[in-house]
């Protein structure tokens, strides 16, 4: 992220506008005026009553605002490429995102949390004083920011299978987002991942639509609580909608080559739990469905989200999805935005968005009806968040980022999610028989691989890219001090180690979207040498796998005595030395069919081939 000079001398004027703003806010409160900006006797109307009904202040608002104003309110900015932090002003933006990795140079809650309220600083100032909308993608805890809980991703929590466990990992999640002042997760993805070969399976509760409709319902629930109000509840997304884990081919930002039963019954089925659940927004796939964008499908962004489904939220167009629609940007901005997108993640050139926009409905391309819909929409949520009324950063919950009780929620949810699929009656390891122990391989000491994507910047890395405990550190943690443990077989041929067992923690790179797609899902050659060299030397092998899918892993299993699929458990690897130390049981059961070949993956290939094992399948003691 470059920061140059311009950048620190707006940061001063931004931190004297935030400075600003609570100033304003106070002065507001201390004449006791009511919500939302000036002094009672000089009352905004109607709209600035926080007893009224968020529908009826949102249209009491949108009768004063001019076109600029509304067309402000449909667009989105990504904070990095804001040309001035005044653009919020200028243009009226309504909303800002941090995409994967987009933040403040200095990492931290508190930086965050600073960052925001210097941009609501500067929406506060406009002619209404509408607040800013902020976005982020906090998909397995507020993962952009560096010491926050990173909890399992979804294909993990598919296979732990709790309800209850998901909704506090994500009032917790909430929490932790809130405490930076941002008001929105991208979050529950309700894909029902059909093929392995997508590099976003592990955003994916489960095959099993079922599964996906009581998770991620439970998801929305915990992220928005009872009350949107409330200073802890963030709004949900629930994307990306619809049938975007049904590609040919398991390729992202494919087509689903489907019958309309296919999508109904399977990709389109979470989203009636979700929207009973109350979820706020929804974003549309970048995907199509037999050669349709979805974000160009007026039938099913209108006519089946809001006519039968109901919905009542407002959609929020996927990074640039409108760009990818081809024609003109005239036409594909006005298609887009006829066929159901409210907000436009644009999010680089939010300027010239905006202008064309503007002569779309001058020009009666979009119509002004279209735009009041979209606006009251946005509005809407805005006044149900409490925006108006508590528009900056709930500090008070900055000592919760990262806090011990999070991050025992993700270490309960790590011991649930793994899936014992072979032992052979090694584990669980017995602490007072235990004289040395290997606890190597590439991913053994890798708190990135650990993660996965979406950790820390958009692909994650490898290494300390965050705080947390790893599986080797884990188990030093946990074993007592007479338990020699070798980080590598060198070092215990060096010291004339007698091994009693190798614990092996292999799998993939962190990958994110279309980089994780692959026609190979396997492990690299070197992950799986070592398996075979530690085996063929006698010693019994615990592989433990971090991966984002199921992989093509008979032969790895075959030579290990016992074999844990870990998923990507995040930063809390203390739950999995519990389970190899049996302080707990794994109950973990695959929420995918885990494929025996290549001819097995997809959903072509599951009529071919019987899986290795089958979803639900899964070990214990
Ligand atoms: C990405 C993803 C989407 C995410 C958005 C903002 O491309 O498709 O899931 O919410 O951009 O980061």
Redesign the pocket.
Known sequence: MKVDNRRKVRGLAGALASLAAVVFLVSCCASGASSGGKPAGQAKGAWSDASLPAESRAAELLKKMTLDEKIGQMTQADRQFLKSYADIARLHLGSL?S??GSGPDENTAEAWADMYDEFQGYALKTRLGIPLVYGV?AVHGHNNVRGATIFPHNIGLGAANDPDLVERIARATAVEVAATGIDWN?AP?LTVPQDIRWGRTYEGYSENPEIVSVLGSAAVRGYQGTDLAARDTILATI??FVADGGTFGGKDRGDAKISEEELRSIHLHPYFAAIGAGAGSL?PS?SSWNGVRMHAHGELLTGVLRGEMGFAGFTIS??AALDELGGTPEHRIALGINSGVDMV?VPEHYESFITTLKKLVKDGAVSEARVDEAVLRILTAKFKLGLFESPLAEREFLDRVGSPEHRAVAREAVRKSAVLLKNDGILPFKKENLKAILVTGPLADNLGAQCGGWTISWQGGNGPVTEGTTVLAALRAALPESVAIYDSLKAAEKAGAKIDVAVVVVGERPYA?WQGDTQNPALPPAHSELIETLSGQGLPVVTVLFSGRPLLAEREIAMSSAFLAAWLPGTEGAGLADLLLGDAKPTGKLSFSWPKTLAGIGAEGKKNEKPLFELGYGLSW
């Open positions: 995102l995409g994967g993608d991208f993805c994307k990306h974003m970048f996927d990074w993640m979207e």
